[in-house]
């Protein structure tokens, strides 16, 4: 591999793909709501509710793992924008920034031990692998590393 292909692999910047570019822009709006816009709040669950129902129609089907992911991040913000939970729109914002940045995302590892998102039993080994594995390009369904 060239070393241009290593360093863009490690930086894992997918900006050639929509969805990077609905969470980049969520994550700008996020951060902006964090410094006084209040409307950005508003902006960024709209923007996350569009994105369940592109994904839901580019996958064909709610249970797909980008729509649960979607779905997840949607139901995070609308918790968050009840006024006693305001403190949870940090969550989403650091979170949303990591996956811009880096291509890590604690929500999807975290749906991924879901039962039904799993193909194999739940250990403390898999735990570990699930949120230490590098980030990978597409779901990281794919690309946890192999149980031994």
């Known amino acids: 591999m060239l070393m ?3 360093e863009e692999a490690a930086v894992m910047l997918m900006y050639r793909e929509l969805s990077w570019w609905y969470w980049a822009v969520t994550a700008a709006l996020l951060i902006a709501g ?3 816009w209040a409307g950005a ?7 996350s509710a ?6 839901r129609w580019r996958e064909g089907r709610f249970a797909a793992f980008p729509v649960q992911v979607r779905l997840a991040f949607t139901g ?9 939970m305001k403190w949870l729109f940090w969550v989403p914002a650091i979170g949303t920034t990591a996956q811009v940045l880096f291509g890590y995302c604690l929500l999807a590892r ?3 031990l879901l039962p039904w998102n799993r193909r194999e039993p ?5 735990l570990r692998r699930t949120f230490t594995a590098a980030p990978v390009r597409g779901s ?5 590393p192999v149980a031994r």
């Open 122 to 126: 739940w250990s403390w080994r898999l």
């Open 76 to 84: 995070l913000l609308l918790l968050a924008a009840w006024p006693p």
């Open 140 to 144: 990281i369904l794919q690309g946890l």
């Open 34 to 36: 964090l410094a006084g």
């Open 50 to 55: 569009l994105q369940v129902l592109h994904f």
């Open 41 to 47: 709040f508003h902006a960024a669950t709209a923007l």
């Open 110 to 112: 975290g749906l991924s």
């Open 4 to 6: 241009c292909e290593q």
